[in-house]
């Protein structure tokens, strides 16, 4: 069964550190691996994607994450953490295989809190 | 701003009481979603659609539980005979192609039942 884990509820990091957000999953055949962030009382927005090439991918606002396939890992970082990353993180998954299902499945979120 | 609009974005009722939720998205997004949030959880799916056609449903999503999508346009979400068990927030989002992209996520729906 498909599965992603976010093993961190909360990250703390003090304003201009680098920052990493971590993420494991579980599926058969290929991963498609996507990281969204929540705002409070907003809805999920799209940062980042890995679908195949490059195991290092870039997205919005500076982030960015890196798919390790034998670690089935997709860490979410940034170089330099800003106060207005202070939000929710949900790393989410999507497997391929024959009869692909169209669903994400999310993890459970980590808080990150950035502190000036 | 996603483009995916729900309606209400907050609804109080009680407890047997029946509920619909509304999502707009774009008129692009073949690919509809609808998912549920709990606190301290991360969305969980419920149901989707490729245009009119609803070709996914969760095992967890009961019998008082429907969604449609006439025309493959905005969709409803319709809970009977509501339970506490069922305040959550609901979030709908909308896709284009063949899935591998990012979806757009609506602000949610927020139900209570008292």
């Known amino acids: 069964a498909q599965s992603v884990a976010q093993p961190e509820d909360q990250v703390n990091v003090a304003e201009g550190n680098p920052l990493t957000v971590k993420c494991t999953y579980s599926?058969?055949?290929?991963?498609?691996l996507f990281w969204y962030v929540q705002y409070p009382n907003r809805g999920l927005q799209f940062l980042l994607k890995?679908?195949?090439?490059?195991?290092l991918v870039k997205g919005s606002y500076g982030f960015e994450a890196e798919f390790n396939k034998s670690q089935t890992s997709f860490h979410l970082k940034k170089p330099s953490a800003r106060v207005s990353d202070s939000a929710l993180y949900f790393c989410?998954?999507?497997?391929?295989?024959?009869?692909?299902?169209?669903?994400?499945?999310f993890g459970t979120g980590t808080l990150l809190a950035v502190q000036p | 701003d996603t483009g995916v609009s729900q309606d209400p974005r907050h609804k109080i009722t009680k407890r047997g009481q029946n509920v619909t939720f509304r999502c707009d998205p774009i008129s692009e997004h073949n690919r509809l979603y609808w998912y549920r949030q709990t606190l301290g959880q991360g969305p969980e799916f419920l149901t989707y659609?490729?245009?009119?056609?609803?070709?996914?449903k969760s095992r967890l999503l009961s019998d008082r539980f429907s969604a449609e999508r006439p025309k493959g346009s905005f969709s409803t979400l319709e809970i009977q005979r509501t339970e506490q068990g069922d305040s959550a927030m609901y979030l709908c989002a909308g896709g284009t192609g063949d899935g591998t992209g990012e979806l757009f996520f609506g602000e949610g729906s927020r139900l209570t039942v008292l």
């Open positions: 599926v058969s055949g290929n991963p498609y």
């Open positions: 989410a998954v999507r497997a391929l295989y024959g009869g692909a299902t169209n669903k994400l499945i």
């Open positions: 659609f490729q245009n009119e056609a609803q070709l996914e």
């Open positions: 890995y679908i195949t090439g490059d195991n």
